[in-house]
Nanobody, 116 residues
């Protein structure tokens, strides 16, 4: 099994920045994709960004391009999300995801609140 532990969420003012981290443990395959999704109350979970382990190729939701940057440390099985120029619309729960073979694993979620 795989466990994902997120950290770095919290309260930030509009225009501010936050860096989310997600550490994976357990049975981690060398080939996997890690990423971030987010979900607002009453809405479906949506993609933020993903990054592959082998090529470090990235994929961003169009609305996140330019403000958010995903990166990873394969040695630590950790993925990061640098979020800049945050707006109140970014106030949601962010979930870490790891996809390997045919399985999806999710973290417990971390709340990000953007407010004056």
């Amino acid at each position: 099994q795989v466990q994902l532990v997120e950290s770095g969420g919290g309260l930030v003012q509009p225009g501010g920045s936050l860096r989310l981290s997600c550490a994976a443990s357990g049975v981690i395959c060398s080939s996997n994709t890690m990423g971030w999704y987010r979900q607002a109350p009453g809405k479906e979970r949506e993609l933020v960004a993903t990054i592959s382990s082998r090529s470090s190729s990235t994929n961003y939701a169009d609305s996140m391009k330019g403000r958010f940057t995903i990166s990873r440390d394969n040695a630590q099985n950790t993925v990061y999300l640098q979020m800049n120029n945050l707006t109140p619309e970014d106030t949601v729960v962010y979930y870490c995801n790891l996809y390997q073979r045919i399985y999806n694993f999710w973290g417990q979620g971390t709340q990000v609140t953007v407010s004056p």
